[in-house]
């Protein structure tokens, strides 16, 4: 029985160690590394078409509508509830005309979409998506997964400026100058978590946190620093994967489409893409910061494959995404730039303070006390000062006569 | 020819295409990019050594690159904002223009 | 030597080429960004792990864009119609190529370099870390006092001025 479960958990490390048997010695690691590509460029697209769907049928239904729901298998009457509907967006996507401005930067216009998917696609290459299941184990892959994520920002400037748009200008700063601000809070709410591991080795953070007390896992996010850290990491990820209410860069109502405006056809299916396989890779980073990466949450539920509960967990963070998508209002800039310096910033700050009274104090109830003190109190005392004076009431409405 | 000598003559062209941008390029935020680039050669020295030198195990290299970067940084922010405000003030960032010191 | 590390010290050498010699800053700046993750791409290859990320960090995710925001408020993105270069251009790539040549002599020449090819050292990040924490723990307090004082000084520099003061700091 245990001998089944643990051959379903290694099922893709035992095949990949198959397949690469066929070739010969010297080619070994060569022949694992593309296998390991094809399989990140093969899934990882696939669930974001998949995903795209669930966006509009997730939106559509909290917006009181049906989203799609028409698009099934061609010549049968089969239609699987409209998740077919990404097989005609992708062709209509592809086959559109490509567009280039005739001012604009022909060679950086041209880079800019593939300088933001490269970055995107090797971030990938430290998750671990399951048990043995990383691609490289670099000693400092936390450090590389933000190192790698500075390259997008170029890309949506090289986007911005080579269209020469003023909409495209545009959005191109703020989106650098909002991702800027809120890479800030994000790394330092990592921070904490490599403080108390005391390692920047992705698998190393989810060993860390592969113990159960009670039945129920010791995942970071279950201790006031992680609870804090995990709610900073969360914000600032949507403020990097420009998602409501951070869209900004992208504000439709006031500059069309942001950097991506003068963009079409395939390269605009790039960035798309681009987009969400980065929401997808800092959702992953999250969950194996703060989540407890590929374990399960209670020891009775650990016999069930360690990538599908890594999964589980991505697509129940990708919801919350979609979910506040439909729900809030998009923010302004001096809001955006309020709550990342005045209130996110000094909260990741003593985030840290806490985490490492938490590592110093006995194993005991009273630094519970201490750090869910702190954290509450500074969450109250920051919180106020964030809206002081801002009358927060009942709006008057005007009408025209 | 050995690794650490190709490394080094590598740092060495960094270090004069970094000199050579920096004294004949008139724009000021060139000028910047031509001593970062200087400063990268001296660091690739560093590694450079560390790496092929009889004790690595000592992290005298990787500890100078380090704070090398740091100070970079601060260096880069400051010139820039030393450009912005020459440009605030004088509409030009042509160092040609910008001589009124000049004797 | 291996072909990965003479293709990198290539690509790195031609991007920085690239940068001193183009009219249009923005195309200047993202050659610098090739040039800086190449040399990220050879301190990965000896095997430099920790440094060549935060080099990539530090230089392709902050500097390249502070050096790029700093060409649009500047409004030098376009390509300037007079001469790029300064007036006692001739003289400057003289001395550049001299230091050159002066310094490929003394590195193909010098008897000194260690000749015998090392195993690659093994650090790990916790080296480093506790280096940082320990031996160097006085230098790492004084970059720290340095990029603060240099933020602060960088913010003034900056800052807008206040439109009632004129140029000499008087109240108009």
Known sequence: MGNMFTALDQIFVNVLHWLVSFVPEPWHPFASALLCISFILMVFPAFFSIITIFERKGIGRIQNRYGPNRVGIPFTKIRLC???????????????????????????????????????????????????????????????????????????????????????????????????????????????????????KLVDIIAAQNHYAYGIAQWNVFTPWGLLGFMLFFIASLAESNRTPFDLPEAESEIIAGYFTEYSGFKFALFFLGEYLGMFAISGLGITL???????????????????????????????????????????????????????????????????????????????????????????????GLMRGQKLGKRNYRYAE | MTPLQACLLVSAFLFAIGFAGAVTRRHAILV???????????????IAFWRFGPHPEALAGIMFVLFSMALAGAEAAVGLALVIAIYRHKKTSNLDEVKDLKG | MSPALIITAIVTILAAATVMSLRNLVHC??????????????????????????????????????????????????????????????????????????LGWAVLNSAGLPKAATAAPETTVKNIGEALMGKFILPLEIVGLVLTAAMIGAVIIALKEDPKTDNSGRKS
């Open chain 2, 32 to 46: 910047l990019i031509g001593i970062e680039l200087m400063l990268n050669a001296a660091n690739l020295n560093f």
């Open chain 1, 82 to 200: 409209g998740f077919g509907q990404f097989v005609p967006d992708g062709l209509k996507m592809l086959t559109k005309e490509d567009i280039v401005p005739r001012a604009a930067d022909k060679l950086v216009h041209f880079l800019a979409p593939v300088v933001m998917l490269i970055p995107v696609l090797l971030a990938y290459a430290v998750l671990p998506f399951g048990r043995k299941m990383t691609m490289t184990d670099y000693d400092a892959g936390l450090l590389f997964f933000f190192a790698i994520g500075g390259a997008v920002e170029l890309a949506v400037f090289m986007a911005g400026w080579s269209s020469r748009n003023k909409y495209s200008l545009l959005g191109a700063m703020r989106a650098i100058a909002q991702m800027i601000s809120y890479e800030i809070p994000l790394i330092l709410s990592a921070v904490t978590v490599v403080m108390v591991v005391g390692s920047l």
């Open chain 1, 290 to 384: 703060f989540l407890g990466g590929w374990t399960s949450p209670v020891s009775f539920l650990t016999w069930i494959p360690s990538y599908i509960w890594f999964f589980t967990k991505l697509i129940t963070i990708i919801f919350v995404f979609i979910w506040i998508r439909a729900t809030l209002p998009r923010m302004r800039m001096d809001q955006l730039m309020n709550f990342a310096w005045k209130f996110m910033l000094p909260l990741a700050l003593i985030n840290i303070l806490v985490a490492g009274i938490w590592h110093f104090m006995a194993v005991d109830w009273q630094r519970w006390i201490v750090c869910s003190f702190l954290v509450v109190f500074s969450y109250v005392i920051l919180g106020r």
């Open chain 3, 29 to 102: 700046a993202l050659a610098m960004a090739i040039t800086f993750s190449g040399i990220a791409a050879i301190y990965l290859q000896l095997s430099a792990e920790f440094v060549g990320f935060a080099e990539i960090l530090v230089y392709v995710g902050a500097i390249a864009i502070l050096i790029v925001f700093a060409i649009l408020l500047t409004r030098s993105g376009e390509s300037p119609e007079k001469s790029v270069l300064t007036s006692g251009w001739g003289a400057g790539i003289v001395v550049s190529v001299l230091v050159f040549t002066a």
